[in-house]
Antibody, heavy 128, light 113 residues
């Protein structure tokens, strides 16, 4: 069974750093784009960033570029999202997700499409 | 960036009746090379992560009941629930994956009348 297992809830103070994780299992981790979606309290879904674990290629949404860093460790099949200095406005649920990824020919670029797998979410609360 | 706009923001439908949700993209998400619309629909029930319902605008994901259907092309898309059930109470989101960032619509909340 394909699964994304996320790290537990976090409570932090403004200005602190944070790194949350998402471990993939049941599939070849290096072959699928994996990333994060934010959902602020009572609000909709916002696509943040993705990474291709095979070559560490990344894509960021404009609102999140420079605000967070996405990374991945192939050896542990784990993706990460980190902040260097949290703000109260970072308070949200963060969902790990996997994009369906197609390769057109061996050794070719992996194109990402719809999101076919979701983690259960990690709640991040930032409050003084 | 492509902007996705859903309508209505919420709707209340009687059990067994049809629910229709619209999604409009600010530019076409139809890729002419393969004639596919890069549009997905997700369902998010209270307290749960989203779940994929439909991709390529009209292909139901495995295990999705056939009362859910997607249609449309180019910039205008529709998600239809043919006969609303209690378990369909949720927020529904469309998402384009034609360009980066693959933006979501703002969501449509479906309730029982």
């Amino acid at each position: 069974e394909v699964q994304l297992v996320q790290s537990g809830a976090e409570v932090k103070k403004p200005g602190e750093s944070l790194k949350i994780s998402c471990k993939g299992s049941g599939y070849n981790f290096t072959n699928f784009w994996i990333g994060w979606v934010r959902q602020m309290p009572g609000k909709g879904l916002e696509w943040m960033a993705i990474i291709h674990p095979g070559d560490s290629d990344t894509r960021y949404g404009p609102s999140f570029q420079g605000q967070v860093t996405i990374s991945a460790d192939k050896s542990s099949s784990t993706a990460y999202l980190q902040w260097s200095s949290l703000k109260a406005s970072d308070t949200a649920m963060y969902y790990c997700m996997r994009h369906e990824t197609y390769y057109y020919g061996s050794g070719s670029y992996g194109y990402y499409y719809y999101i076919d797998v979701w983690g259960k979410g990690t709640t991040v609360t930032v409050s003084s | 960036d492509i902007v996705m706009t859903q309508s209505p923001d919420s709707l209340a439908v009687s059990l067994g009746e049809r629910a229709t949700i619209n999604c409009k993209s600010s530019q076409s998400v139809l890729y002419s090379s393969n004639n596919k619309n890069y549009l997905a629909w997700y369902q998010q029930k209270p307290g749960q992560p989203p779940n994929l319902l439909i991709y390529w605008a009209s292909t139901r994901d495995s295990g999705v009941p056939d009362r859910f259907s997607g249609s449309g092309s180019g910039t205008d898309f529709t998600l239809t629930i043919s006969s609303l059930q209690t378990e369909d109470v949720a927020v529904y989101y469309c998402q384009q994956y034609y360009t980066t960032p693959p933006a979501f619509g703002q969501g449509t909340k479906v309730e029982i009348k």
